[in-house]
């Protein structure tokens, strides 16, 4: 079956710091790749796709490649804000079984001033 | 668009008794898919439809659970005697699918606890 990894939070960084949250993935077909972001007291966003290998999604100066060759899917983002603290969600889909969403553990990212 | 909205967004109950939530999804949109998520983790698929026809249910979806969209508009989702163990968040997300891949856009989720 399907299924994602994400590393492990808390991740804590300094305001303008460079960020990288690792995603890995195991899929039986050829998925599209999501990040989510969850900021507190809210529901889920999505913050940025790809939909096949080697295409880049960005969005709000994060970026991340789909890298089929080492099934990965890291989100980056050269400095990061307070604003950006919030739980990241790594997660994949495939549009032949259903499209349903198969999510990682979740990445909280806390900036401090 | 107004967003995908869900109601209640809390709900408090005991264990045993029944409850119901619903989903209005993004007018237009086909697809609709239920989720569950319990704190620190990731949300887990539990059913889908499109239009009305309900096409895939989760192993997780025990037969206490049982999932509804009569006019391929709104959807209900019922839990019948209810569990501790069924304390979790509820998500609903809405789609546009002409057959392809499709983005996913979620509510703010239903907050179940079961005393």
């Known amino acids: 079956g399907n299924s994602v990894t994400q590393m492990e939070g808390p991740v804590t960084l300094s305001e303008e710091a460079f960020l990288t949250i690792n995603c890995t993935y195991t899929?039986?077909?050829?998925?599209?790749l999501f990040w989510y972001v969850q900021y507190p007291g809210e529901g889920l966003q999505l913050l940025l796709k790809?939909?096949?290998?080697?295409d880049k999604g960005s969005n709000k100066g994060f970026e991340a490649t789909y890298r089929k060759e080492t099934t990965s899917f890291h989100l980056e983002k050269g400095s990061v804000q307070v604003s950006d603290s919030a739980v990241y969600f790594c997660?994949?889909?495939?549009?032949?079984?259903?499209?349903?969403?198969?999510f990682g553990g979740g990445t909280r990212l806390m900036v401090k001033p | 668009d107004t967003g995908v909205s869900q109601d209640p967004r809390h709900k408090i109950t005991k264990r045993g008794q029944n409850v119901t939530f619903r989903c209005d999804p993004i007018?237009?949109?086909?697809?609709l898919y239920w989720y569950r998520q319990t704190l620190g983790q990731g949300p887990e698929f539990l059913t889908y439809?499109?239009?009305?026809?309900?096409?895939?249910k989760s192993r997780l979806l025990s037969d206490r659970f049982s999932a509804e969209r009569p006019k391929g508009s709104f959807s209900t989702l019922e839990i019948q005697r209810t569990e501790q163990g069924d304390s979790a968040m509820y998500l609903c997300?809405?789609?546009?699918?002409?057959?392809?891949?499709?983005?996913?856009?979620f509510g703010p989720g239903t907050r179940l606890t079961v005393l």
């Open positions: 997300a809405s789609s546009f699918t002409s057959g392809g891949e499709d983005t996913q856009y």
């Open positions: 899929a039986t077909g050829y998925p599209s």
């Open positions: 790809a939909t096949k290998a080697d």
């Open positions: 997660a994949l889909s495939e549009y032949n079984a259903g499209n349903m969403l198969t």
């Open positions: 007018s237009e949109h086909n697809r």
């Open positions: 439809f499109q239009n009305e026809a309900q096409l895939e």
